[in-house]
């Protein structure tokens, strides 16, 4: 089978990496090497910077409306190819089909709609200091924006950083995950078709210790947009903040997922597939760690149980498949050994907690079973750490003293869901739970205009809406006193 050799996008135009040498990218679903990626280093990250500083200048100057205009045309194009870029995405990344036609890709699209739109409402200030004196703040674009984003949902948090960054007037060096290379690839092209000015845009495909590292390095690209591991985010702070850098990490969670006994328990048991299970479990919100009220324990945790036993693991290009292949033989590995110690630190596997041997074209590929774990202390390792996979943890609680402390108890801060449809403590819950952001009776319902991001080890700094805006420029104060 010949493999499709991608390229990267520098200066408006595909080019080969300079070392001339390919990284292989797999199929998740067959475990097959199916293209090629450029294995770009710090020279082709230097052409890149070259290119997006000299298109500055320009692209900084247009309107708001100019830069608008192109987004929109980019948001447009991307709806066009819809179906070519979900096929495109859930190849590289081992998800279904239908989910990535069902949200990645519209978000994707809708990502440069609604900063399409944005950047001609983003407003700034000015004060009225006294007679004869007045203030105002002048919010102007930053220069080069390096975006380096993860395989989870490729395109969705690409487009994500990218879309504010360019609406913003700054051009960008951007560098997918080297997992799930492919839809960026395709957005390269959507992008010369609608002919946006060479160097606003940049994609340089690789490893993220070479090519990433350049992008964190260079000292032409003022500011940072990263989401991945904590791990990965903690190096590139600590490279970048000595150079004065602009940082927004978005990085890992281990959600707690509340229920009440007065929850709406068929919209909970129906969130909570979702919440547990989406995209294989590889979702930085998606709720892991599971805690009902002890009235309701026994009843939901079976018909949690007798639910996902009946879910269906199989090929991403069928639309019964309710979870595809988990992204890489690496993480499959990952999410595998965490099964393991759950097991060592004294779990009981209710469902799942094995890989899913398929026949035919993907007996050699990467799936398993959505899993779930009961009688683990809140402080193991499997309910402390990240596993990014469907894999979930479920215990009883009695008091909202309790779950609160329990909810609490990790490093990290990005999400909470709570099922209660008592007011006054639904509130109360959210004022206590130390996460960026809560849903309540309800997940993952975004809207655009919030701020995204997490508090502790998830993460520094906000994306969305305004945020975005606002990481994506520099406040410029002027006082003028204009009195006789
Ligand atoms: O992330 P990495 P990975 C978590 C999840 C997962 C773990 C590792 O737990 O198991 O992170 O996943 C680039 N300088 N999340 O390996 O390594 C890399 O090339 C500059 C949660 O995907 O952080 C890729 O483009 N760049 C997360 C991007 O960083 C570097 C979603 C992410 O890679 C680099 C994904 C370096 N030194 C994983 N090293 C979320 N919060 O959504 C790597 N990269």
Not at 170 to 195: F, Q, R
Not at 234 to 250: D, G, N, T
Not at 432 to 447: A, H, K, P, T, Y
Request: glycine residues 8%; proline residues 4%; charged residues 25%.
């Amino acid at each position: 089978m010949t493999k499709v050799k991608i390229a990267n996008y520098i200066n408006g135009k595909l080019v080969e990496p300079l070392s001339g040498s390919y990284l292989d990218n797999y199929e998740p679903a067959t475990g097959r090497v199916y293209s090629l990626i450029p294995d770009s280093g710090e020279a082709d990250v230097n052409l890149a910077a070259k290119a997006a500083k000299a298109a500055f200048p320009l692209w900084g100057e247009l309107s708001a409306n100019q830069r608008s205009k192109y987004l929109s045309a980019i948001s447009d194009k991307i709806n066009e190819k819809l179906e070519i870029l979900a096929e495109a995405e859930s190849r590289d990344n081992g998800k279904p089909v239908w989910l990535a036609r069902e949200v990645d890709i519209p978000r994707a699209r809708d990502n440069f709609s609604f900063f399409a739109t944005a950047i001609r409402h983003f407003d700034s200030e000015s004060h009225y200091t006294r007679k004869g004196v007045i203030n105002y703040t002048l919010r102007k674009p930053i220069g080069v924006a390096g975006c380096i984003s993860p395989w989870n949902l490729p395109l969705y948090l690409f487009t994500w950083k990218i879309a504010p960054a360019l609406a913003a007037g700054n051009t960008v060096v951007a560098k997918p995950s080297e997992v799930t290379p492919m839809t960026a690839y395709l957005l390269s092209e959507i992008c010369m078709e609608v002919g946006l000015p060479a160097g606003v845009l940049n994609i340089v495909h690789g490893l993220g210790r070479d090519a990433g590292n350049a992008i964190v390095l260079h000292e032409d690209i003022k500011m940072i947009s990263f989401t991945g591991g904590t791990e990965t985010g903690a190096h590139i702070a600590s490279v970048a903040a000595p150079m004065f850098k602009k940082l927004s990490l978005e990085l890992g969670g281990k959600n707690p997922n509340i229920i009440f006994d007065d929850c709406n328990f068929e919209k909970a048991l129906e969130t909570t597939m979702r919440s547990s299970f989406r995209n294989q479990g590889q979702i930085c919100l998606c709720g892991s760690r599971i805690y009902v009220q002890k009235g309701i324990y026994e009843k939901f945790k079976k018909a949690f149980v007798d639910r996902t036993d009946r879910m269906i693991v199989g090929n991403p290009k069928d639309d019964r498949s309710e979870m595809g292949a988990i992204v890489s033989q690496q993480h499959f590995e990952k999410i595998l050994s965490y099964i393991a110690l759950a097991k060592e630190e004294g779990g009981t596997v209710l469902t799942g907690g094995q890989a899913v041997k398929l026949d035919g074209e993907h007996s050699e590929g990467w799936f398993i079973r959505p899993t779930i774990i009961e009688g683990l202390d809140s402080s193991c390792r499997t309910n402390q750490e990240e596993i990014f996979g469907p894999v979930v943890t479920i215990q009883p609680f009695e008091t909202e003293e309790e779950v609160t402390a329990y909810a609490n108890s990790t490093g990290y801060g990005l999400a909470a869901t709570l099922w209660t449809e008592n007011l006054t403590r639904a509130h109360r819950m959210a004022d206590q739970v130390q996460s960026g952001i809560i849903w309540i009776n309800c997940w993952l319902l975004r809207d655009l205009r919030t701020p995204f991001g997490g508090m502790k080890n998830s993460g520094v700094g906000r994306e969305g809406g305004w945020e975005a805006l606002r990481f994506f420029t520099e406040p410029k104060n002027v006082c003028i006193d204009y009195s006789e």
